[in-house]
């Protein structure tokens, strides 16, 4: 009861009636500074409400106050008079409390025992009810006429006397968001415990206590206890208090900064079937002015069909993550997917124009998280809702990307060059074994690739057999481990049995790239010079092999010389530097594209030119880019590299179809690595 | 003067496959070890359908000929793959011989590698190669016939071979060609039995320097004696393997019309089914059946009695579907005093001349061979024209003489 003082009224004069009724003595209970209770005791109350008010030193009172009556748990009321004066200043007053203006209780400062109390005094012996309406006062109209901001301490005291009155306090166990601004707050109460029947939820705030309205609850009897699920229309603070008024009070805290919202849907999910109505309804009334919730409330609608992540590529080099991956969102709902490497994240947004027209996405990259160091290289892949929801799809490790180009990387040919070229390779081991004894002193080697068969493997020893010097040959045949290398060495025995060819071996782990194979065979060449020959590359006439020798021993050979290169039946493939000085019958229809190309299937050598080549420090599995890497840097600083027109070569295989993607990612490789 | 030693090396041997090649060959040898001041040993290929169970690479003496085995062999690459032991009994052979020369007549299972391993392992020695037939062109058993249609194949190119072995990419038929010539490159000098192969050879690439024409000839005793005349020359017949490409299925089809007309004449096939499949065998079967009795088959026949079997008959049919090159046949009928009816193509074309010394007629026509057939028979001044203006069978001392003066020459030669 909120009684203003009534300062029209005269001082009535200190006098005491002759013949005073026994009182009883009031205490005084210290609530903070400046804010004090008056309270005594009835036991047999009269019936009927009766006006509080207080004499200080004979004078009326005019402070503001408000007085309430409490009941006690032996049956009689406690009557309270708070007011706006310290305890220290009421104890040295003459204070007397009336009822209806009737002197009803007294303090006197001479008493020989002072009547200022402890706070517990105020609450000592109070019914249930009484601690209620108690409690009600301070956070109602206790809180606006003393409270925070008005008087230092009231906030603490009506704190102690939560903790005296021994209201329950309840942590939150989760909190979802359902728009931008309402919240449902969840609280896990003991099995067992009824339904509080809060009715005013209380904001404790620092300086103020706030009346929430709108708040709704419903309880949800649990296996495990009881949830108190509280919606509130707006947000309160992190970690604020909130006191629950109602059959028993709670204090319900707000979750706090480093408390995560949950997504609401699988939330949702998980709440028995009212509680899910209700805040559906919640949401869907929220949802008519509040855009998130109406985000939040399509995510709800389509819950039944949510979003599909389809993983149809994902490795890893130590500077990123190549990925293709598919998203199916016919409702709109994903704005982003999470990849998450390590420690790090990157948000691939969803394009807009996808999002509204609700078609599946293709997002293929080359994301750059580099490789966490110390950590297992792990990846984790969310999908990032409009709702804010993050929902993990796929977590595990992150396999090594082996320098294929995947499917679904059409436009993306970028993205496979980065990978290409960042791409961590183990050191790759060789085994260097010879057949045959070696030439003393090779003039020059011929750097093979034998994974063509023994077929092509033989016909090319017998067109090197029946040239002129090839005793001064080095043969160096490379291969990878694998179900064909068995195969590949007995050919070469019987190669070096049958022609005296001996060759000198160089294999490596299964898996490895053909430029690895080519540097570590070029790492064996003991020759001056070295011819590189492709699997299914071999002389096109006799007497190639004095040309070359001319053309790569000496002091004045380039340091790298591309070859022709023809088909099976004719026509030439690739031919260096361009079409000068070729029959015009054999010039091919496309003949920009591959006149300008270098074929690292035919090439030759000078030893400057196979250091060049081995301290290339770009990884790339295609040899072709490492010759032509090695060609733009040559020309760069002024060197030339020309193509022998003599002495072609014909490679043995059907035409090779065109691959535009793999096209695409050499070109993007070539440009990384000019830039 | 030290004597010339002479290593003559045949894919196989006249006693379990009496083919052309093998009976030149082998005589060939034998004739040259005749010779004072020359030594000659045959080396033959088997395989396990003449001797089951030998190892693959073995060697072995048969009489005074050595047999190397072939246990493994690509017809199409006509590679061996039967490992490397056969290098080892060849080092054996050529330690034995220390040939001076290497003949090889075909390379055909013996493995066209031989040549390198020749050239290696007898450097000093000159390497001769008789082309018998068309295998280094053709993989298609070097009948140069596609297999779609048995059409005769003007030449090797790597996209036509592509529609004969479909299952083989064209540039593999470009690899084969490839691959032959380079090894065929370490043979010094290659002998043409007729000037249709060596165009062919020509056609294929080689250049015709290095392609020596020497007709092959026959190791055998002159004709007899003429005959008495005979009203009639009606008697025809076939010598020969009874193999598809050989035409005798035509052959027999002339006869069944002939034997529906009531013509008067008759004819005998002389050869052996060999290694025929099963199918041609019940084809072959059923084309005498109805050919029969006018057509009868005689079986396979000794060497020796094939001059002999030729004079007890008219004419000597060789209808051959496939060009031919120098067919033996030819010469035996010569040397026998016989005419030869033949299709008018390739080497049987180039031996046989038409209306002079015998009759030509188109290859497959059963039709215009019965018309033939029959005029022949009716006309007994025709047989004794043609007959009398054969040309002398080629001389097989003369044969051994060209042989020995182009061993003479390629030893004058300084080597590469």
């Known amino acids: 009861m909120n009684i203003r003082a009534d300062l029209s009224l005269v001082p009535a004069p200190a006098v005491l009636p ?22 005594f005791d009835e036991t047999a109350p009269a019936p009927g409400r009766q006006r509080l008010d207080a004499l200080i030193d004979g004078r009326p009172l005019r402070r503001a106050a408000v007085a309430t009556e409490l009941d006690l748990r032996c049956g009689g009321r406690r009557r309270v008079l708070m007011i706006g004066t310290g305890a220290d200043d009421l104890a040295r007053r003459y204070v007397t409390l009336t009822l209806a203006g009737r002197p009803a209780a007294l303090a006197d400062p001479g008493w020989l025992q002072p ?85 005013e939820l209380i904001a404790l705030g620092a300086d103020r206590f706030a009346r929430i309205a709108g708040v709704e609850i419903r309880l949800e009897r649990l296996a495990r206890g009881v949830a108190l699920h509280v919606h509130l229309p707006v947000a309160v603070p992190a970690g604020a208090e909130l006191v629950g008024l109602g059959e028993v009070p709670v204090l319900l805290r707000a979750p706090g900064a480093e408390a995560v919202p949950r997504p609401l849907v699988p939330w949702l999910s998980r709440r028995e079937a009212s509680v899910g109505r209700w805040l559906r309804e919640r949401n869907a009334a929220e949802a008519e002015g509040d855009p998130a919730a109406a985000v939040l409330a399509a995510e709800l609608r389509h819950a039944a069909t949510p979003p599909e ?4 590529h994902l490795s890893a080099t130590p500077k990123g993550v190549l990925h293709a991956l598919e998203i199916e969102d016919p409702n709109g709902l994903v704005r982003a997917l999470r990849l998450e490497r390590g420690g790090a994240a990157l948000d691939l947004p969803l394009p807009e124009a996808a999002v509204r027209t609700r078609r599946t996405v293709l997002l293929a990259g080359f994301a750059p998280l580099a490789r966490a160091r110390g950590l297992d290289d792990t990846a984790r892949l969310r999908l990032v809702y409009r709702s804010g929801r993050v929902q993990t799809v796929q977590a595990g490790p992150l396999a090594q990307y082996s320098g294929e180009v995947p499917a679904r990387f059409t436009a993306a040919p970028a993205a496979v060059a980065a990978a290409r070229l960042s791409a961590e390779r183990a050191p790759t081991g060789c085994r260097v074994t010879t057949i045959g004894s070696e030439s003393a002193a090779p003039r020059l080697a011929l750097v093979i690739d034998a994974a063509g068969g023994p077929d092509l493997l033989r016909a090319r020893a017998a067109m090197l057999h029946r040239e002129r010097g090839a005793g001064r040959v080095e043969l160096v045949h490379h291969l990878a481990d694998g179900p064909a290398a068995e195969t590949v060495l007995r050919t070469l025995c019987e190669i070096e049995v049958t022609f005296g060819l001996a060759t000198t071996v160089v294999t490596l782990a299964e898996g490895a790239w053909p430029s690895e194979r080519l540097r570590a065979a070029l790492g064996a060449v003991r020759a001056e010079a070295a011819l590189v020959l492709g699997a299914e590359v071999l002389p096109a006439q006799p007497g190639w092999l004095q040309i070359w020798l001319r053309a790569l021993v000496g002091p004045r050979a380039p340091h790298v010389m ?19 000085g070729l029959p015009e019958g054999d010039l091919p229809r496309g003949r920009s594209r591959a006149g300008s190309r270098f074929a690292a299937e035919c090439f030759g050598l000078t030893r400057r030119g ?23 840097r040559l020309r760069g600083e002024g060197h030339v590299v020309r193509t022998l027109l003599q002495a072609r070569f014909v490679r043995y295989a059907e035409p090779r179809p065109i691959d535009r993607l793999e096209a695409a990612v050499d070109a993007a490789a070539l440009e990384a690595l000019a830039r | 003067m030290s004597e010339l030693s002479i290593l003559q090396i045949a894919h196989d041997h006249p006693d379990w496959m009496p083919g052309g090649t093998e ?45 190397l085995h072939t246990g493994g062999y690509d017809r199409f690459s006509m590679l061996r793959q039967d490992g490397d032991a056969w290098l080892a009994s060849l080092e054996r052979v050529l330690a034995r011989v220390r040939p001076d020369v290497v003949h090889l007549h075909g390379l055909d299972r013996l493995g066209a590698e031989m040549l390198p391993a020749l050239r290696r392992l007898a450097p000093r020695a000159r390497i001769v190669l008789t082309l018998h037939d068309y295998q280094l062109i053709c993989a298609n058993d070097g009948l140069m016939l596609t297999t779609t249609e048995g059409a005769r194949c003007e030449g090797a190119q790597a996209d036509r071979c592509r529609r004969c072995f479909p299952e083989i990419t064209a540039a593999r038929h470009a690899l084969r060609r490839a691959h032959l010539h380079a090894l065929i490159d370490a043979v010094d000098a290659l002998v043409a039995p007729s000037l249709f192969l060596r165009d062919r050879f020509v056609d294929w690439g080689i250049a015709a320097a290095r392609l020596h024409h020497l007709p092959n000839a026959v190791a055998c ?3 007899a004696a003429l005959e008495a005349p005979r009203a009639r020359r009606d008697r025809f017949a076939f010598f020969g393997n009874i193999a598809s490409h050989k035409g005798p299925l035509v052959l027999l089809d002339a006869a069944a019309r002939l034997r529906r007309e009531g013509a008067e004449l008759n004819l005998t096939l002389h050869g052996g089914l060999g290694f025929a499949e099963a199918e041609f065998r019940t084809t072959f079967g059923a084309a005498l059946a109805n050919a029969e009795p006018l057509a009868r088959h005689l079986g396979p026949y000794a060497r020796s009695e094939a001059l002999q079997l030729m004079q007890g008959t008219d004419w000597i049919v060789v209808p051959s579907l496939w060009w031919e090159n120098a067919p033996l046949v030819i010469a035996e009928a010569r040397a026998a005093g016989r005419p030869v009816i033949c299709s008018g193509i390739g080497g049987m074309a180039e031996h046989v001349r038409h209306g002079i010394d015998g009759l030509h007629v ?10 033939t057939l029959r005029a022949a028979a009716a006309d007994p001044a025709l047989w004794t024209r043609l007959a009398g203006a054969a040309v002398p069978a080629p001389d097989h001392a003369a044969f051994v003489d060209d042989h020995l003066a182009l061993y003479a020459r390629l030893r004058e030669r300084v080597p590469a």
């Open chain 1, 115 to 199: 009547p200022v109390v402890e706070p517990t005094a105020l609450i000592d012996g109070l019914a249930d009810a009484g601690r209620r309406r108690l409690l009600k006062l301070l956070l109602t109209t206790g809180a606006s006429l003393f409270g925070p901001g008005g008087c230092d301490g009231f906030a603490r005291a009506v704190h102690q006397l939560l903790d005296l009155t021994g209201v329950r306090a309840a942590e939150p166990a989760s909190w979802c968001r359902l728009g931008s601004r309402a919240r449902v707050l969840s609280y896990l109460l003991p099995a067992g415990t009824a339904d509080p029947g809060v009715t």
């Open chain 1, 610 to 632: 196979i250091d060049r080549i081995g301290g290339l420090t770009a990884y790339y599995p295609d040899p072709d880019i490492l010759l032509a890497e090695t060609v733009r």
């Open chain 1, 309 to 312: 992540l389809r993983l149809c």
């Open chain 2, 221 to 223: 005793a002159p004709a």
């Open chain 2, 362 to 371: 188109p290859p497959g026509d059963a039709a215009a061979l019965a018309e």
């Open chain 2, 23 to 67: 009976i030149v060959a082998h005589d060939l040898a034998r004739a040259l070890d005749a010779r004072e001041g020359v030594a000659s040993r045959l080396l033959v290929a088997s395989t396990a359908l003449h001797r089951p169970g030998a190892l693959p690479g073995g060697l072995q003496a048969v009489g005074e000929d050595l047999v």
């Open chain 1, 18 to 39: 002759a013949t005073m009724p026994r009182l009883v003595g009031a205490r005084i209970v210290p609530l903070a500074d400046g804010v004090a209770a008056l309270i």
């Open chain 1, 562 to 580: 591309g070859a022709t290169l023809l088909g099976p039946l004719g026509g030439v493939i690739a031919a260096g530097g361009g079409f000068e």
